[in-house]
T-cell receptor, first 112, second 111 residues
Framework: KQEVTQIPAALSVPEGENLVLNCSFTDSAIYNLQWFRQDPGKGLTSLLLIQSSQREQTSGRLNASLDKSSGRSTLYIAASQPGDSATYLC???????????FGTGTRLTIIP | DTAVSQTPKYLVTQMGNDKSIKCEQN?????MYWYKQDSKKFLKIMFSYNNKELIINETVPNRFSPKSPDKAHLNLHINSLELGDSAVYFC??????????FGPGTRLTVT
């Protein structure tokens, strides 16, 4: 059974800093891994998708890496902005049924 | 244009009632999902359908029954609602194992 842990649970950083969010998962036999953000009272927005054969994906100021063998992924946010404040969720997907297992998330606050 | 839409956005009902939540996607995706986010914000899959066929059916009470009339719709019907069913329910869709796109959620409150 896949278990996903995200550390830290909460993080506050001043605006402009670069930061890294961590995700670890117990079953390395994954099909892909997605990073989402969730704003309070809102749905999930997909940020990045990494296929199991890839090592990283980039979108603007975001860079996600994947080390499948060690069961780890990181989300790097460059030059953080107050608008980046949200909860970030990591979700590895399993083979065959595309089932996503979510971590408990990291609540990020960017201080202006 | 809303890619994945859900109705209603809020649903308040009493214990014992039966209610439905509707989901529609206009992305042309072949797979749709229902997720539940509990009061601790933990998000867990309930069901998934691929081309109207049930693929994932997690350990969910029989009171929950998904129905997919076509590829673009996946509805969730809940019988005999209980207090513990209070949560936010999210619908999502994807195509070919690629990114999953989520709806805005339906906040269900059972009193």
């Amino acid at each position: 059974k896949q278990e996903v842990t995200q550390i830290p649970a909460a993080l506050s950083v001043p605006e402009g800093e670069n930061l890294v969010l961590n995700c670890s998962f117990t079953d390395s036999a994954i099909y892909n891994l997605q990073w989402f953000r969730q704003d309070p009272g809102k749905g999930l927005t997909s940020l990045l998708l990494i296929q199991s054969s890839q090592r990283e994906q980039t979108s603007g100021r975001l860079n996600a890496s994947l080390d499948k063998s060690s069961g780890r992924s990181t989300l790097y946010i460059a030059a953080s902005q107050p608008g980046d404040s949200a909860t970030y969720l990591c979700a590895p997907g399993s083979f065959g049924n595309e089932k996503l297992t979510f971590g408990t998330g990291t609540r990020l606050t960017i201080i202006p | 244009d809303t890619a994945v839409s859900q109705t209603p956005k809020y649903l308040v009902t009493q214990m014992g009632n039966d209610k439905s939540i509707k989901c529609e996607q206009n992305l042309g995706h072949d797979t749709m999902y229902w997720y539940k986010q509990d009061s601790k914000k933990f998000l867990k899959i309930m069901f998934s359908y691929n081309n109207k066929e049930l693929i994932i059916n997690e350990t969910v009470p029989n009171r929950f029954s998904p129905k997919s009339p076509d590829k673009a719709h996946l509805n969730l019907h809940i019988n005999s609602l209980e207090l513990g069913d209070s949560a936010v329910y999210f619908c999502a869709s994807s195509h070919g194992g690629l990114q999953q796109y989520f709806g805005p959620g339906t906040r269900l409150t059972v009193t």
